[in-house]
């Protein structure tokens, strides 16, 4: 697991930066859809999961793997919008 990770997010910005705050590198880029920002992140079972609130009304669930980089896979999302279609 990456016990040493830091993301980072932008305003006015669709990417997550994921950096190794031990060896000082840029892991990831990872690029949310357009005119969508993170607004909050939030690590769920020991940095397994990734949760990311943002400004569009979802909280997008990511988990990580590593073989020789660092992955990032979309496992769910909510939708916590009043008018859900």
């Given at each position: 697991?990456?016990?040493?990770?830091?993301?980072?997010?932008?305003?006015?910005?669709?990417?997550?930066?994921?950096?190794?705050?031990?060896?000082?590198?840029?892991?990831?880029?990872?690029?949310?859809?357009?005119?969508?920002?993170?607004?909050?992140?939030?690590?769920?079972?020991?940095?397994?999961?990734?949760?990311?609130?943002?400004?569009?009304n979802?909280?997008?669930?990511?988990?990580?793997?590593?073989?020789?980089?660092?992955?990032?896979?979309?496992?769910?999302?909510?939708?916590?919008?009043?008018?859900?279609?």
């Amino acid at each position: 697991m990456f016990h040493n990770l830091l993301v980072v997010g932008g305003a006015y910005s669709n990417q997550l930066y994921f950096f190794s705050y031990e060896s000082c590198h840029l892991l990831l880029v990872y690029s949310l859809a357009p005119d969508v920002e993170a607004t909050a992140l939030a690590f769920l079972n020991g940095f397994s999961l990734l949760a990311v609130a943002t400004n569009n009304n979802y909280v997008l669930f990511f988990r990580f793997s590593h073989q020789q980089n660092l992955q990032l896979t979309l496992v769910g999302y909510v939708n916590l919008s009043h008018d859900q279609q």
